[in-house]
């Protein structure tokens, strides 16, 4: 069945330090891809999506590309900042239900 | 427009007590959905609604029920609680079925222990 991995975390930064997030999926069919957020205490945000191959989704200074011929979305950042400290959530939508399939999440420390 | 909401924020419960997750969306989507998110598991998704009326499981629905009250409300039941549900709880709405974008809209969610 479809799914989706991304990589371990925790990840801890210094504030201005580049952030790569890797993800990539296994899915029959196209896909759309998203990356949602969650601080803490709260619940998830969209942060970004593509929706076919090629496309490039960005939103607050992350980019990610829909790359089919390595089927991943890699989230990136050229700077990262204390407020982006949360949980990243690479997901696809590929559920025979319509609803979203999850990476497990990856922890992200920003330190000043 | 508050988006989706879910109440209550926290609860805890004996084994073997029941309760209901309310969920509410002020979209006006067609879908609604339950998760629950654990440690290092990511989303599991434990039922699903597509509309009014209709409801189908997920991949984790032992030990829960649904109701799709009408096109805004969703709730979860849990009938007879155990400690592997102990867990946070996510209600999430889009557009569709076969229609729009996938993305979805997620609840503050509902931090449930049992013990």
């Known amino acids: 069945g479809d799914s989706v991995t991304q990589m371990e975390g925790p990840v801890t930064l210094s504030e201005e330090a580049f952030l790569t997030i890797n993800c990539t999926y296994t899915?029959?069919?196209?896909?759309?891809l998203f990356w949602y957020v969650q601080y803490p205490g709260e619940g998830l945000q969209l942060l970004l999506k593509?929706?076919?191959?090629?496309d490039k989704g960005s939103n607050k200074g992350f980019e990610a590309t829909y790359r089919k011929e390595t089927t991943s979305f890699h989230l990136e950042k050229g700077s990262v900042q204390v407020s982006d400290s949360a949980v990243y959530f690479c997901?696809?939508?590929?559920?025979?239900?319509?609803?979203?399939?999850f990476g497990k999440g990856t922890k992200l420390s920003v330190k000043p | 427009n508050a988006g989706v909401t879910q109440t209550p924020k926290f609860q805890v419960l004996k084994t073997g007590q029941s309760m209901t997750l309310q969920c509410a969306q002020d979209?006006?989507?067609?879908?609604m959905y339950w998760y629950r998110q654990d440690p290092g598991m990511g989303l599991r998704l434990i039922y699903y609604?597509?509309?009014?009326?209709?409801?189908d499981k997920g991949e984790v629905p032992n030990g829960y029920n649904v109701s799709r009250l009408n096109k805004r409300e969703f709730s979860l039941r849990l009938e007879s609680a155990a400690p592997s549900q102990t867990s946070v709880y996510f209600c999430?709405?889009?557009?569709?079925?076969?229609?729009?974008?996938?993305?979805?809209?997620f609840g503050p969610g509902t931090r449930l222990t049992v013990t």
């Open positions: 999430a709405s889009r557009t569709g079925p076969g229609e729009g974008s996938y993305e979805q809209y």
């Open positions: 899915a029959t069919g196209y896909p759309s």
């Open positions: 593509a929706t076919k191959a090629d």
């Open positions: 997901a696809l939508s590929g559920g025979s239900q319509g609803n979203l399939i």
């Open positions: 979209m006006n989507h067609n879908s």
């Open positions: 609604s597509a509309s009014e009326g209709t409801t």
